[in-house]
């Protein structure tokens, strides 16, 4: 859901630093492939040119192991959950042949790849400071995700062509809110520029 009108949004512009960077990679899974699908090539764009910089990248994978950890996403959703074990809840198979190990995985059971998992700590250890956010819902998980992260002291950009969600209107909004306030909002041009022009 690439946005062309994404750069009217942009209050500051930077480019990520490779050396403290690390590339999140938002639940690029097979419940959302239909979302998924139509950014699949600037997400697997994106990942080549953060791997081309020698920026580690993090994967996460959204499900439900029981009832216990459901949280108000079970009331919210009536339910309609990504179930451990399933089909649904595997990585996208373009996408997970990128993965390199078990490392990279992030396992988490709700909107924010932070939230009980150790994502912080995996970043932590390696010494990032900045992430870059790209994947799906661009509304729920990458922006909360987005969020957090810069509530955490880490500086966030935030990809508009390799982000997805069920309509340009919240896409839209998602990126006016996060550029206003907490991300610098990238694309795959802009990343390769960045990053890789050197």
């Known amino acids: 859901m690439a946005s062309s009108s994404s750069r009217t949004y942009e209050t500051r512009k930077r480019e990520p630093n490779p050396k403290i960077a690390a590339l999140l990679v938002i639940d690029m899974q097979n419940h959302f492939y239909s979302m998924a699908e139509p950014i699949l090539q600037n997400a697997l764009t994106t990942i080549d040119i953060c791997r081309r910089a020698s920026i580690p990248v993090f ?5 439900h192991k029981s009832p216990t950890d459901h949280g108000m996403l079970g009331e919210w959703w009536n ?7 399933t089909t649904d809840s595997e990585i996208i198979p373009e996408i997970n042949r990128q993965v390199t190990g078990p490392d990279e995985i992030v396992e988490k059971s709700t909107y924010s790849a932070f939230n009980n998992t150790h994502l912080q700590e995996k970043l932590d250890k390696i010494g ?14 990458c922006e909360t995700t987005a969020r957090e992260a810069f509530v955490k002291g880490f500086r966030v950009f935030f990809s508009t062509d390799a982000t997805a969600t069920v309509n340009e209107e919240l896409h839209e909004a998602t990126l006016m809110n996060l550029a206003y306030g907490f991300a610098y909002l990238v694309d795959c041009d802009r990343l390769r520029r960045g990053l890789l022009s050197s």
């Open 79 to 85: 339910g309609d959950l990504i179930l451990d074990g």
């Open 59 to 63: 994967f996460t994978r959204h499900n």
């Open 128 to 141: 990032v400071k900045e992430v870059i956010v790209i994947g799906v819902m661009t509304n729920l998980c």
